[in-house]
């Protein structure tokens, strides 16, 4: 058993509702806001660790119980000594529990209270997770931030649906938080660094507030779920289809009211511009496929919209995909190389739009940050939001910039 | 028209027929023997720039008219600044005439004095390429290093049909360079480089010798190439799946008479141990697909032999693919989970493996020159071949290193 917690949290700025904080973890301290490049199966799709520590200085990212249980296994991790050291990522990681990912299997999954029956993708064979599995997963991953094991409604579930899936995630959560205490008082996770650390060698868990597009449901799983007590929460089931209205009503309602000393996640969001707006609303930690993704199919994103480098419009166009950003994509590389790249199929347009578009996302979180600090982000907030739509505007006047 | 050599080269140092040397182009010194890292479409597949310059200190790659041409083509490339402007790229270029690769369409071409017809692989259209046209497509691009159109007979061609390549590939030489000269002497170059540079702004054009499997026609292609007159020579129509046996008595039997004072090239080769062999008959430049395709295909190569990373014996193994390497892939990466991305269908395996295959052709050929340099070249090329059978000899005695 360790004696200090695993992670600290300090909210040190506060501007409106928005607030900058300091994660601390014992491998390394994390500026909040935050967004964590998704790494689902051990690397985040398209770059090398180098670049994600040394250019665009990601503090935290994101692994999948799920993807990495079924792939390469839990025993071949365990045996190369954790999540860490198998990949050679040396930084925090967080790892989701596994619920959505099989929540979003669909019709292949059965759930119980026991937990959830469903086929692998990967080899279609029977598998089984439960609240307690997927804490053992998860300690044999080694990752810093541990989250519950949830169950997750349609975005348009009705009432009676998404309090089942909500009283089932509050259940769960009292299991995942009963197993993960055994766990970690066995010390049986096997990402634990060298004793000598400042911070201690355990995890955190943190716990998930579900509920669909129900207000009601939504505090009811708030006030549930920081009755078990977490290290930090996270609203989960948003940005699943619903609209996106609906994602703003339940972030603004339920944000400003998670614990104010613990962290604050909105799972699986998203734009840049929602990003900030989420911001605004009070949440600390982000995650999203977005800019890893779409970097693999060809959209940047930049301060001046969302471009497709396939356009023809770009043909000719040697000026970066950027003007605003200071990425090496954007030092070295023009919109038309891009555009030749991407038709080309070659590898590297996935490897340079991935690049500059985690760039983009991480720049923009160290300007919100450096905004609520200095008490601008109000500011900052209107000039982003503003700027996202130039692309839109070239084309509204007919000025498309060739 | 300029008054200085558009490139120089000078001998430093032989062992046996081994040469070290210094090639001086406008974009930057090259020490020989040297590997070229082949960038077909003006990328090397899956590694960026960046690290081809500082990790790997890639001085020199190679870039092919025929793809360049089809696509993004040239009037794109022109009007972005030439082929290093466009990608991005500031050293030194070689580019491929295109006739190899026109040949390599098989079925699809068809030959007559004038030039090649064929079919676009992009588009199917209907293409006609010459030694004209590849002199300006490759004036459009700016490469330092021109190679002259040619015609390629297959490996196992008799000698009529060998004879008649040949022929034809002297008088596209001659008129390559003709058109060449005329094309530099109206400074038509568009790579050209500001004009205080210390070494000309203009194009080298390499020969190429041809002639098959018969030795009577390699040197009649050598006497006629080198009558003509070149900035360089290429060994070409070899690795195109002749006995490798075939490969080496040419070599063996040309590389040693072409011209001392001037780089020798063999294109298209070709493994490590190729190369270390090629260097002992005298060869000085080298390209070759392998260490980046076979790095897509997961082989990895290495000091102790090829290995397949999919192979269920790294599943468990931390080691490095290569304990002997020093690049940034053998510090952090093991064997297991490469092989882990490699199942997976991760980008990330394609670009670990291409980097680690690249740094281990560009060191071995580091190796090279510092033994040709120290009179210890022999010493070196046995220990080398010796190494590289490790993994065929651990197999045989059942030690598969797990």
Same mark, same amino acid.
């Given at each position: 058993?360790?004696?200090?917690?695993?992670?600290?949290?300090?909210?040190?700025?506060?501007?409106?509702?928005?607030?900058?904080?300091?994660?601390?973890?014992?491998?390394?301290?994390?500026?909040?806001?935050?967004?964590?490049?998704?790494?689902?199966?051990?690397?985040?799709?398209?770059?090398?660790?180098?670049?994600?520590?040394?250019?665009?200085?990601?503090?935290?990212?994101?692994?999948?119980?799920?993807?990495?249980?079924?792939?390469?296994?839990?025993?071949?991790?365990?045996?190369?000594?954790?999540? !860490?050291?198998?990949?050679?990522?040396?930084?925090?990681?967080?790892?989701?529990?596994?619920?959505?990912?099989?929540?979003?299997?669909?019709?292949?999954?059965?759930?119980?209270?026991?937990?959830?029956?469903?086929?692998? !993708?990967?080899?279609?064979?029977?598998?089984?997770?439960?609240?307690?599995?997927?804490?053992?997963?998860?300690?044999?991953?080694?990752?810093?931030?541990?989250?519950?094991?949830?169950?997750?409604?349609?975005?348009?579930?009705?009432?009676?649906?998404?309090?089942?899936?909500?009283?089932?995630?509050?259940?769960?959560?009292?299991?995942?938080?009963?197993?993960?205490?055994?766990?970690?008082?066995?010390?049986?996770?096997?990402?634990?660094?060298?004793?000598?650390?400042?911070?201690?060698?355990?995890?955190?868990?943190?716990?998930?507030?579900?509920?669909?597009?129900?207000?009601?449901?939504?505090?009811?799983?708030?006030?549930?779920?920081?009755?078990?007590?977490?290290?930090?929460?996270?609203?989960?089931?948003?940005?699943?289809?619903?609209?996106?209205?609906?994602?703003?009503?339940?972030?603004?309602?339920?944000?400003?009211?998670?614990?104010?000393?613990?962290?604050?996640?909105?799972?699986?969001?998203?734009?840049?511009?929602?990003?900030?707006?989420?911001?605004?609303?009070?949440?600390?930690?982000?995650?999203?496929?977005?800019?890893?993704?779409?970097?693999?199919?060809?959209?940047?994103?930049?301060?001046?919209?969302?471009?497709?480098?396939?356009?023809?419009?770009?043909?000719?166009?040697?000026?970066?995909?950027?003007?605003?950003?200071?990425?090496?994509?954007?030092?070295?590389?023009?919109?038309?190389?891009?555009? !030749?790249?991407?038709?080309?199929?070659?590898?590297?347009?996935?490897?340079?739009?991935? !690049?500059?578009?985690?760039?983009?996302?991480?720049?923009?979180?160290?300007?919100?940050?450096?905004?609520?600090?200095?008490?601008?982000?109000?500011?900052?907030?209107?000039?982003?939001?503003?700027?996202?739509?130039?692309?839109?505007?070239?084309?509204?006047?007919?000025?498309?910039?060739?």
């Amino acid at each position: 058993m360790v004696d200090k917690p695993p992670i600290t949290f300090e909210v040190v700025a506060r501007d409106g509702d928005a607030r900058a904080g300091i994660l601390t973890t014992r491998r390394g301290i994390i500026e909040t806001p935050v967004f964590m490049p998704v790494g689902t199966a051990g690397t985040v799709k398209g770059i090398r660790f180098e670049a994600l520590e040394e250019e665009l200085d990601a503090r935290i990212i994101l692994g999948n119980a799920y993807h990495l249980w079924l792939r390469p296994g839990i025993e071949v991790i365990k045996k190369c000594g954790g999540l !860490h050291r198998f990949t050679g990522w040396e930084r925090a990681l967080l790892t989701d529990s596994g619920g959505f990912q099989v929540w979003s299997l669909g019709a292949l999954r059965k759930i119980t209270e026991e937990g959830t029956q469903f086929r692998s !993708h990967v080899d279609g064979s029977l598998q089984f997770l439960s609240p307690e599995i997927s804490m053992s997963v998860q300690a044999a991953l080694g990752s810093e931030i541990v989250m519950a094991f949830d169950e997750c409604a349609a975005g348009d579930a009705p009432a009676d649906v998404s309090r089942q899936s909500m009283e089932l995630t509050a259940r769960w959560a009292r299991r995942s938080r009963a197993e993960f205490d055994s766990l970690q008082s066995n010390a049986l996770d096997t990402g634990q660094t060298a004793p000598t650390q400042t911070i201690s060698g355990a995890q955190a868990l943190f716990g998930i507030v579900q509920g669909g597009a129900h207000l009601e449901l939504r505090r009811e799983s708030l006030s549930r779920t920081t009755e078990i007590g977490f290290d930090g929460y996270a609203i989960g089931g948003l940005s699943v289809g619903e609209e996106k209205s609906v994602m703003w009503r339940v972030v603004t309602d339920i944000a400003p009211e998670l614990p104010d000393a613990q962290p604050r996640y909105l799972m699986g969001v998203g734009t840049p511009e929602d990003l900030v707006e989420a911001v605004s609303r009070g949440i600390d930690m982000f995650d999203c496929v977005l800019p890893t993704r779409n970097g693999r199919t060809g959209q940047a994103f930049t301060s001046r919209g969302k471009m497709n480098v396939k356009n023809a419009q770009w043909a000719l166009d040697t000026r970066p995909l950027d003007e605003n950003c200071n990425c090496s994509v954007c030092k070295r590389h023009s919109r038309a190389y891009l555009r !030749h790249l991407y038709l080309s199929g070659e590898l590297l347009a996935s490897i340079l739009l991935t !690049h500059h578009n985690l760039a983009f996302f991480l720049d923009t979180m160290r300007r919100v940050r450096q905004s609520i600090r200095s008490g601008d982000f109000n500011e900052f907030r209107r000039e982003f939001t503003e700027g996202l739509n130039a692309f839109e505007e070239d084309k509204a006047v007919g000025n498309t910039e060739v």
